[in-house]
């Protein structure tokens, strides 16, 4: 199972390290998993939750730039967008025609 991460800064940059779980956590994590499939210690059903991350290493976060920050407004307002212009469009060969 994966843990949290936290941002570090090193040498100008920010890194994601990973935090392991606290003990009370990865309990609980455990007792749950136990619930959800059914444990039963009479079968000798066995449940193992580990603590470990998914990557050996993470690339480093970097503030995106200005470009891309505008790029992710147009793509969050993409289908909007494409609906003003087929309005307009509309209005132009049609509406205006009449």
């Given at each position: 199972?994966?843990?949290?991460?936290?941002?570090?800064?090193?040498?100008?940059?920010?890194?994601?390290?990973?935090?392991?779980?606290?003990?009370e956590?990865?309990?609980?994590?455990?007792?749950?998993?136990?619930?959800?499939?059914?444990?039963?210690?009479?079968?000798?059903?066995?449940?193992?939750?580990?603590?470990?991350?998914?990557?050996?290493?993470?690339?480093?976060?970097?503030?995106?730039?200005?470009i891309?920050?505008?790029?992710?407004?147009?793509?969050?307002?993409?289908?909007?967008?494409?609906?003003?212009?087929?309005?307009?469009?509309?209005?132009?060969?049609?509406?205006?025609?009449?």
């Amino acid at each position: 199972m994966d843990g949290p991460y936290e941002t570090k800064a090193e040498g100008g940059k920010q890194k994601l390290a990973f935090a392991p779980r606290s003990p009370e956590e990865m309990k609980g994590l455990e007792d749950l998993v136990k619930k959800a499939v059914g444990f039963d210690e009479g079968r000798n059903d066995q449940v193992t939750v580990s603590n470990v991350p998914f990557a050996a290493e993470l690339a480093a976060v970097e503030e995106p730039g200005w470009i891309s920050r505008i790029l992710q407004g147009i793509k969050s307002y993409q289908k909007m967008l494409w609906n003003i212009v087929i309005i307009a469009i509309v209005f132009l060969l049609v509406i205006r025609r009449c």
